[in-house]
């Protein structure tokens, strides 16, 4: 079977993605293979620092952050360091959870009229009582540099597509640096957000794969253990555990969750895989550095297009 054509993946993300039809090596695998994130997207964060100083690029982020959400704070804060460090200006507007929706509106429009911002980011979940759907509206669908907007989504299916969500990218990446060939792969995406999931399984099958979706709440085991690659993002510590994932299987684990004593970890088991063959992404390591990293690809790439 020929190599599938990616239409709706930007030309800059089509290398990476055309590796994911790859066909398997035939190394013996011992023990699970800890997919590297943070090492992946170092590289990544490095070219994009080299790309901004060798064209002269002033790109710059403005960040809507709001409420006092730990985690929101945490990721905006990685972000911002991120950014800099890379050469990204920010704007980071940290505002109480009552702040008006008009008020925040105001902000975007002031930013989507702003030549010196490229990109915006409107840092989700916004506070209960806050109109998410009309906020991330409100953003020019040029400087929507998640890729939540309305009109991109809609771009993204309708083959138009000049970014993907940092997150999408971020998670294919992660899969194309394994030895797991997705053209024909069964794969399964354990979610409760369409909004994550659904944009992820039309990528998916792009590249070829037969993609299942399945609920959290009633978790196939026969069908996860069928599963070449299996994507899972719940926020649910240690719901998918050796008993549900076959030898060889890519895992790629999306969600965090705080343990009693502070320490994060995803929705995977990780020590009762340990010792069982295959690539999985640790949390954390994993899927978060490689979204930063896509987050600023897409602000530079948003800052040349509109040069």
């Known amino acids: ?140 669908p040029q400087k929507d540099v998640d890729g939540f907007h309305p009109s991109t989504v809609a771009a993204l299916y309708e083959g138009r597509a000049t970014i993907i969500s940092p997150v999408h990218e971020g998670i294919l990446r992660l899969i194309a640096s394994t030895d797991v060939a997705v053209n024909t792969a069964k794969t399964t995406i354990v979610a409760n957000s369409d909004v994550f999931s659904k944009p992820l399984e039309y990528l998916l099958r792009k590249a070829g794969a037969f993609v299942e979706m399945m609920s959290p709440d009633s978790l196939d085991r026969a069908a996860l253990l069928q599963s070449k690659m299996i994507v899972i993002a719940v926020g649910r510590a240690k719901l998918l555990d050796r008993s549900m994932i076959s030898s060889g299987s890519v895992v790629i684990d999306v969600g965090t969750n705080k343990t009693p004593e502070g320490k994060t970890i995803g929705d995977v088991d990780a020590e009762s895989v340990k010792d069982l063959p295959g690539w999985l992404s640790p949390v954390p390591g994993g899927v978060g550095p490689m979204t930063i990293a896509m987050l600023l690809k897409n602000v530079v790439e948003m800052a040349k297009s509109q040069m």
């Open 1 to 140: 079977m020929g190599t599938p054509t990616l239409r709706v993946v930007p030309r800059r993300l089509l290398p990476h993605v055309h590796s994911l039809v790859k066909f398997p090596v035939n190394a013996m695998l011992c023990l699970m293979n800890l997919i590297d994130g943070r090492t992946l997207a170092r590289t990544i964060r490095d070219e994009i620092k080299a790309e901004i100083a060798a064209k002269h690029l002033t790109p710059k982020l403005g960040v809507l952050l709001v409420g006092d959400d730990a985690a929101s704070h945490l990721y905006v804060n990685l972000k911002e360091k991120a950014a800099n460090e890379a050469g990204i200006a920010t704007d980071i507007r940290r505002l109480p959870a009552t702040t008006p929706d008009d008020e925040l509106k105001n902000i975007i429009e002031s930013w989507n009229t702003d030549t010196a911002v490229n990109a915006i980011l409107v840092q989700v979940p916004l506070p209960e009582g806050h109109d998410t759907d009309a906020i991330i509206a409100k953003m020019n």
